[in-house]
T-cell receptor, first 114, second 115 residues
Framework: DVKVTQSSRYLVKRTGEKVFLECVQDMDHENMFWYRQDPGLGLRLIYFSYDVKMKEKGDIPEGYSVSREKKERFSLILESASTNQTSMYLC?????????????FGNGTRLTVT | AQSVTQLGSHVSVSEGALVLLRCNYSSSVPPYLFWYVQYPNQGLQLLLKYTTGATLVKGINGFEAEFKKSETSFHLTKPSAHMSDAAEYFCAVIISGAGSYQLTFGKGTKLSVIP
C-alpha cells in the first residue's frame, strides 16, 4: 500500500520565520503535490512536481516555494511565514500523469502562524 | 475551465437512512469524475471514480455514484448510513486528456450521522 508521510502533524511558527514542510512517499511515484485545505474553500493546489528538480505552480503559489531533490521527497517552503498561511497542508503523490492514476494523500500538517 | 459544485457544506442523516451527497460539474469536454473521503485527522482517500463505460460506479464501503451527462451530475449515494461514514466528502473532476495534476476539487460536504 502506498504510504505518504508528512513529517509533522502540528506545527506552530512565528510570523516571519522560514518554515519547511516535508513529505516522503514510498512507491516511486512520479508526481507529488502540495495542497492547502481551508474550511469552506476545499483543497487548493499550491505546487506540484512531475519529476526530480521539476516543479510547476498550482492555483495559489504566492508566498510558497518547493524543492524536489530526490524522487521520494517533496518539500514545501514558506520563506517568511504570515498569519494568512495558517492552514492544513496536504501532500499527495500519484503514479504518473494519467487521469487514471489516483492521488494518495498524507495525513496533513496543521500549521499555525502566530 | 472545469469546475465542481457540491450542494450543501453540511449534511446530517440518521443511522440507517439514505445518504445522498450532491455534485455538479462544469466542463466543456467529457470529464473524469472522482469522489474522495477524508476521515477525521486523516488525509483524503479515493472512494470511487468514473472514467469511461458504465455510468453507475461502485466504490468502497457501500458507496456508489451515477454519472448523468444530461444533468452534469455525479451524486454520491449509500442506501444505509453507518456511524463510521461520518467524514468530509470531496467531489473532483479532470477533463479528458488532462493529467492528474489538473484535478479540480469541490469545496467538500461534511456528513454527520445521528445515532
Amino acid at each position: 500500500d502506498v504510504k505518504v508521510t508528512q513529517s509533522s502533524r502540528y506545527l506552530v511558527k512565528r510570523t516571519g520565520e522560514k518554515v519547511f514542510l516535508e513529505c516522503v512517499q514510498d512507491m516511486d511515484h512520479e508526481n507529488m503535490f502540495w495542497y492547502r485545505q481551508d474550511p469552506g474553500l476545499g483543497l487548493r493546489l499550491i505546487y506540484f512536481s512531475y519529476d526530480v528538480k521539476m516543479k510547476e505552480k498550482g492555483d495559489i503559489p504566492e508566498g510558497y516555494s518547493v524543492s524536489r531533490e530526490k524522487k521520494e521527497r517533496f518539500s514545501l517552503i514558506l520563506e517568511s511565514a504570515s498569519t494568512n498561511q495558517t492552514s492544513m497542508y496536504l501532500c499527495a503523490s500519484s503514479r504518473d500523469h494519467s487521469y487514471n492514476s489516483p492521488l494518495h494523500f498524507g495525513n496533513g500538517t496543521r500549521l499555525t502562524v502566530t | 475551465a472545469q469546475s465542481v459544485t457540491q450542494l450543501g457544506s453540511h449534511v446530517s442523516v440518521s443511522e440507517g437512512a439514505l445518504v445522498l451527497l450532491r455534485c455538479n460539474y462544469s466542463s466543456s469536454v467529457p470529464p473524469y469524475l472522482f469522489w474522495y473521503v477524508q476521515y477525521p485527522n486523516q488525509g483524503l482517500q479515493l472512494l470511487l471514480k468514473y472514467t469511461t463505460g458504465a455510468t453507475l460506479v461502485k466504490g468502497i464501503n457501500g458507496f456508489e455514484a451515477e454519472f448523468k451527462k444530461s444533468e452534469t451530475s455525479f451524486h454520491l449515494t449509500k442506501p444505509s448510513a453507518h456511524m463510521s461514514d461520518a467524514a468530509e466528502y470531496f467531489c473532483a473532476v479532470i477533463i479528458s486528456g488532462a493529467g492528474s495534476y489538473q484535478l479540480t476539487f469541490g469545496k467538500g460536504t461534511k456528513l454527520s450521522v445521528i445515532p
